[in-house]
């Protein structure tokens, strides 16, 4: 059996109505828009996507080569394990180990873990079995998916006026929606991200795909989690989240790689609707009843997407 996924931090945030959520949302309606903020269904079919973009999903490829290339199917099952968190797997002698490079991630949220400290003096009288042993218990025990995506945006050359580099995958995606609502107002901007509804916008490589997880939360919408994103500040009450990096894109569907999934750095497939370039709502909890008719099971990958944050 696989180990279940890391639990996400087991507090909440509660959802409240937001005058300036409603006049976003208004501002969409009037326009008549399909796609989740102004620019984002024209951004999608016309722009291609800027080279930072390609950077981040090439970085995200090298590290799930190097965890050994974990996969997952369209249908959410694992087809190949890769390398696990903890483990001293390395793909070449001269390689960093999967916990040294999660613990590497983390330099980018600027949260210390153990071990990821560079200017930290070592205690002598302890074996270096023992350090090395209490930095993996550290990356096993911290969820690390967040910490993974600010990596691959800070070495994608990304600023900190343009990437919210966070343990918190709330706080990058609620930056990304107050990004959009200066779009909506016509306010200068330079946040590298846009916030989209994801079942309404086509993703291009190196945007990214993400979801609000936990049973019940309520998140299973763009406009809902939208609600607690424009209202949430940098760093405040934990929503729980994941996001996965967009790496390619053809006509059925689109692969994305994300960290701490099953462990691992892991790539997924998520098949298109047929004839479309959006996400099969058989995906989301609610898209169709599992066992139904026609009702494709997708299994690990069924969860409420709905975000897409998408390059400007």
């Known amino acids: 059996m696989l180990p279940a996924m890391t639990p996400p931090t087991a507090r909440s945030s509660l959802p409240w109505k ?6 976003f949302l208004f501002l969409l309606a009037a326009a008549g828009s399909a796609s989740a903020a102004p620019g984002c269904l024209d951004t ?3 722009i291609p996507p800027p080279s930072r973009a390609l950077a981040m999903a090439t970085f995200a490829q090298q590290e799930h080569q190097a965890f050994g290339a974990q996969t997952m199917d369209a249908e959410g099952r694992l087809t190949y394990a890769g390398a696990w968190e903890a483990e001293d797997f390395r793909t070449a002698a001269q390689d960093l180990a999967p916990w040294q490079r999660v613990l590497g991630y983390w330099q980018a949220t600027g949260v210390r873990l153990r071990g990821t400290d560079p200017d930290a003096v070592s205690d002598s ?5 023992i350090d090395n042993a209490l930095s993996r218990v550290a990356v096993i025990d911290a969820p690390w998916s967040a910490a993974f995506v600010s990596w691959i945006a800070q070495r994608a050359g990304l600023g900190a006026d343009e990437f919210v580099f966070s343990e918190a995958h709330a706080d990058y995606a609620g930056a990304a929606w107050k990004a959009s609502l200066d779009e909506a107002a016509n306010r200068p901007t330079r946040y590298a ?3 989209c509804d994801l079942m309404r916008t086509p993703p291009r490589v190196g945007d990214l795909v993400c ?13 809902r989690i939208g609600e607690v994103l424009a209202q949430r500040p940098t760093g405040g009450e934990a929503l729980p989240m994941h996001c996965d990096v967009v790496v390619g894109v053809d006509a059925t569907g689109f692969d994305t790689i994300g960290g701490n999934v099953i462990q691992s750095v892991t790539l997924r497939r998520l098949a298109f609707a047929p004839g479309t370039r959006l996400l099969d709502p ?3 909890p609610e898209g169709c009843a599992a066992g139904a008719a026609g009702c494709i099971d997708r299994h690990m990958s069924r969860q409420p997407w709905s975000l897409l944050l998408q390059w400007r």
Do not use: C, I, W
């Open 193 to 195: 991200m846009r916030a």
């Open 282 to 284: 058989s995906y989301l």
């Open 211 to 223: 979801q609000a997880r936990g049973t019940g939360a309520g998140y299973d919408t763009f406009e």
């Open 18 to 23: 937001s005058p300036a959520v409603g006049v």
């Open 44 to 46: 999608a079919t016309q």
């Open 125 to 129: 009288s302890e074996p270096q079995s």
